[in-house]
Nanobody, 114 residues
Framework: QVQLVESGGGLVQPGGSLRLSCAAS????????ISWYRQAPGKQRELAAS???????NYADSVKGRFTISRDNAKNTVYLQMNSLKPEDTAVYYC????????WGQGTQVTVSS
């Protein structure tokens, strides 16, 4: 069955860094646009970053310059490098794969707090 598994979340102090991973299986991974969404309690889900099959990237204004999305098609994995983290980055981060259909992971918690 199709799987998207996020990892790398945790507790980090403001200004710190984390790298999230999204590992996919049973998908023609290289054909998919992969996105990281995030959702904080009481807030709508928002797109943080995405990367297309051709490697084009897109970032929310709130994370641009701090986050970097990349993909390793040989490993069927997408990464989200998060630097200079702020408390407002606290959320559950979800991986999404979109081509002719859409798949979601279960999410990984990122908490930015002192």
């Amino acid at each position: 069955q199709v799987q998207l598994v996020e990892s790398g979340g945790g507790l980090v102090q403001p200004g710190g860094s984390l790298r999230l991973s999204c590992a996919a299986s049973r998908i023609a991974f290289s054909l998919y646009t992969i996105s990281w969404y995030r959702q904080a309690p009481g807030k709508q889900r928002e797109l943080a970053a995405s990367i297309t099959s051709g490697g084009n990237t897109n970032y929310a204004d709130s994370v641009k310059g701090r986050f970097t999305i990349s993909r390793d098609n040989a490993k069927n994995t997408v990464y989200l490098q998060m630097n200079s983290l702020k408390p407002e980055d606290t959320a559950v981060y979800y991986c999404n794969a979109q081509w002719r259909t859409s798949y979601w992971g279960q999410g990984t918690q990122v908490t930015v707090s002192s």
